[in-house]
C-alpha cells in the first residue's frame, strides 16, 4: 500500500522564491529514488508564501530512507532559515473500507 505525504509550508515574507527554488530542486532527484512514485509541489494562488507538496511513496521504508539523503539534508537546512512556522507533515495511507 502506498504512502502519500502532504506537506505544507509558509515562508517568511520576502522568502517566497527561495522557498519555490528549494522545493522544484527536491523534484528530480526526489523522483530518482527507487521509492518515490510522485513528488510535486504546489503554489497556494490566495497565499504566494504558502506551498504544499504532494508526494507517494511506495511505503514507510521508503519514505524513512529519502529522509537520509543528501537533498532532503539540504533543503532541510535551507527551510530552516527561510520558513515563518514549522512544517506541517502528513502521512496518509487508503482507507481501507473505501
Known amino acids: 500500500m502506498s504512502l502519500i505525504v502532504i506537506a505544507e ?11 519555490r527554488n528549494a522545493l522544484e530542486a527536491m523534484v528530480e532527484p526526489s523522483l530518482a529514488e527507487p521509492g518515490c512514485l510522485a513528488y510535486r509541489p504546489y503554489a497556494d494562488p490566495n497565499e504566494p508564501a504558502r506551498m ?9 521504508q521508503a519514505l524513512a530512507e529519502h529522509f537520509t539523503t543528501p537533498h532532503f539534508h539540504h533543503v532541510r537546512q535551507v527551510l530552516e532559515t527561510i520558513l515563518a512556522e ?13
Open 9 to 19: 509550508v509558509l515562508a517568511k515574507t520576502g522568502q517566497e522564491d527561495r522557498l
Open 86 to 98: 514549522p512544517m506541517t507533515l502528513r502521512k496518509l495511507v487508503a482507507d481501507p473500507a473505501g
Open 52 to 60: 504544499v507538496l504532494v508526494e507517494e511513496w511506495t511505503g514507510s
